[in-house]
């Protein structure tokens, strides 16, 4: 499939991406937000998706969506447990700075041309809490969540997992619906 027809894809499916972006409101990320990490699904479906197997583009595209705004969703909840022992309270970077309602302190902090270093500041501060949790679990429960979430990898499906593991889809199913209890008695979210 070229550029051109996964672009037309994404184009053609954004409104299915704020449709599922409605769905999470109110857990921790702005509707924006959440459209712009289930937009980030959609790219990533529109790289995978082959038309030659018959399958809607947009059957075929909501677990990539549903699945990074999760992700960012659970990205956004460990933020805010450091964030609230680190400080005792929270602080939104959002929040204007001063008498001018334009300026905030992520206006300020964010460098559009340094990607990179916020993404090694999450990973720096989340790191060591992530590896606890999933100490907890057994070998088979973290290759699974590991993959599933895409921890340090691209997220892969339950039906990729499966055929590297070996096993059935609802198998691996069940192996991270157990994994996700455990780690909840740890860390609840």
Request: charged share 30%.
């Amino acid at each position: 499939m070229e550029q051109k027809d996964r672009d037309q894809l994404v184009e053609q499916n954004m409104g299915f991406v704020v449709t599922t972006a409605r769905q999470y409101v109110g857990r921790g990320l702005s509707l924006d937000d959440l459209v712009s990490e289930g937009s980030v699904g959609l790219v990533k479906a529109a790289g995978k998706y082959d038309p030659a197997r018959g399958v809607h583009f947009a059957s075929f595209a909501a677990p990539y969506i549903r699945r990074q705004i999760e992700k960012a969703l659970q990205q956004e909840s460990p933020e805010r447990r450091v964030e609230s022992r680190n400080n005792g309270e929270h602080r939104s970077l959002d929040a204007p700075l001063g008498a001018k309602p334009n300026v905030s302190l992520l206006s300020i902090l964010v460098d559009g041309n340094a990607p990179e270093t916020d993404g090694r500041a999450y990973s720096a501060l989340h790191e060591e809490a992530v590896e606890k949790v999933l100490q907890t679990l057994n070998e088979r429960e973290q290759q699974v969540v590991v993959a599933y979430y895409g921890l340090g990898q691209e997220p892969l499906t339950m039906q990729e997992i499966a055929q590297e593991m070996g096993l059935r889809r609802e198998r691996v199913r069940q192996i991270r619906d157990r994994a996700v209890r455990r780690m909840r008695k740890v860390w609840p979210l």
